[in-house]
């Protein structure tokens, strides 16, 4: 008889809701990891995510095994996988942590049915958000569909629970003994990414909850000065977190705390971009539409141009404006791409190019290693103005003088486009008014903004 804790965005030990939960049923644990192929078999043979999480069950097999766990792990559709597991286990309860995205309420509203089928109970607990589904709602019983009151009502909501977010780190429940372990640990080994179909790759992010806290600790100095670095890509001032915290190898709870022991503006301005990212998770579970088309009903009609060769072209950081195509680059080099970044390039995409920002959207989920379906789609749908609380479509990012705002020394352009490293620092901003003429192989730009701008209120005011 015993416990499994199926682990999906949680992948480390501290703080884990779900791991907790299983050993308070005081039974032995086996955890279980299942690489979904109804995920991988849409994804290529060098998908950075893939290495980042195998260099993340790694580690945590062997955290797991310091307690005695065994980490199964399989590559399967879960949906027959989880209860194969729990039978091989004699499980009686499989706990897992909520997930809000409508192919994962699925799929998990499937599993619990075949549990169910084998009298297994199925348990869920909140671990990725501090408040899930409609914890924090209008006066009107409504989901909130603007930031500013739902971070106000949050902050509120969270005075109140404060005390109740105390940091999880308690081994004193586990059950589990070496001769259990022994008998365990090798049923359902960690397959190598080769035999899952993919190639290990080099990417700029060690997986493993070490890491992830070595991560932070790098970044908590910084922290105070975090609302006056965040905006300069060439400057070390995010936080580099997101892909952590997007597997769960850092704890929400631990970083909202660490925002409120360490009171600054800085700390205010981030925990503002961490209540976001619930804003977009609560949005995305109240509105699975948003996933297929634009929050905003209006803008649902709207006749983009969808030209295939720009789009191309802005793919691989060809467009002729160096602050888009550094970050293009960037993308495609790293698989990250700093946030005000995201903004501009979103923004160019849809207001100057005058393409869907679906295409810009799925891209960014191909490429991404920190890609997460509610902040992705919330970010694209805020830059191409259909989302919700959105940017004005009337407010357009000029990408000129984005670019010698955010990056006026031309640090960051020359960093990914070394072919305008010999420019001033005027001139790599816009080369073609450069007063001498840039003999490199760098296209003109491919559009002219001002003239796209007017296209694109156009279309806007035309739906």
């Not at 902040?375 to 000129?400: K, L």
Request: proline fraction near 5%.
């Amino acid at each position: 008889m015993t416990t499994i804790v199926w682990l999906r965005r949680d992948l480390r030990l501290f703080d884990n809701r779900t791991l907790q939960t299983a050993l308070l049923h005081n039974k032995p644990v086996v955890a279980v990891f299942v690489f979904d192929t109804t995920i991988l078999a849409t994804l290529k043979r060098d998908d950075r995510r893939l290495t980042f999480i195998h260099q993340s069950l790694v580690a945590l097999r062997e955290a797991l095994a310091a307690h005695h766990i065994p980490l199964w792990v399989v590559h399967d559709d879960p949906k027959s996988a989880v209860p194969s597991l729990a039978k091989a286990a004699g499980a009686t309860r499989v706990v897992c942590a909520e997930d809000y995205e409508p192919a994962a309420i699925a799929r998990d509203s499937a599993v619990r049915a075949a549990l169910a089928c084998d009298n297994v109970a199925f348990e869920q607990v909140c671990d990725q958000v501090i408040f899930p589904k409609g914890a924090i709602l209008t006066q009107q019983g409504k989901p909130y569909s603007v930031f500013t009151p739902y971070k106000k009502a949050w902050l509120a909501k969270l005075l109140s629970v404060f005390e109740q977010l105390a940091l999880v780190d308690d081994w004193g429940s586990c059950v589990n003994d070496a001769a259990f372990f022994n008998a365990h640990k090798n049923r359902f080994p960690l397959p190598e990414l080769r035999d899952l179909g993919f190639e290990r790759q080099d990417n700029v992010l060690q997986g493993g909850e070490e890491a992830a806290r070595e991560r932070l600790q790098d970044f908590l100095p910084r922290l105070a000065r975090y609302h006056q670095l965040r905006d300069f890509p060439a400057k070390k001032g995010v936080s580099y977190l997101s892909t952590y915290l997007r597997f769960g190898l850092l704890s929400i709870r631990h970083l909202v705390r660490l925002c409120l022991e360490r009171p600054s503006e800085g700390a205010d301005t981030w925990l503002s971009e961490l209540i976001w990212r619930e804003f977009y998770q609560q949005l995305l579970y109240h509105y699975p539409n948003v996933v297929h088309e634009s929050f905003k009903e209006h803008y649902r009609a709207i006749k983009w141009g969808n030209n295939p060769d720009w789009f191309a072209a802005w793919k691989c950081g060809q467009t002729g404006f160096p602050i888009v195509d550094a970050a293009m680059r960037q993308l495609n080099q790293t698989g990250f791409m700093h946030n005000r970044l995201r903004m501009i390039v979103a923004s160019f995409l849809t207001k100057d190019l005058l393409i869907d920002w679906r295409w810009g959207e799925a891209y960014f989920a191909e490429k991404l290693l920190d890609f997460d379906l509610a902040a992705n789609n919330g970010g694209w749908q805020w830059a191409a103005s259909t989302g919700c609380d959105a940017q004005p479509y009337f407010r357009i990012f000029n990408p000129v003088t984005q670019s010698q705002k955010f990056d006026p020394d031309g640090e960051f352009i020359r960093r990914y486009v070394p072919e305008l490293s010999a420019l001033n620092n005027k001139d790599i901003h816009a080369p073609w008014v450069a007063k001498t003429p840039v003999l490199v192989d760098y296209p003109a730009p491919m559009v002219d903004h001002t003239e796209q701008r007017k296209l694109a209120l156009a279309m806007f005011k035309a739906d």
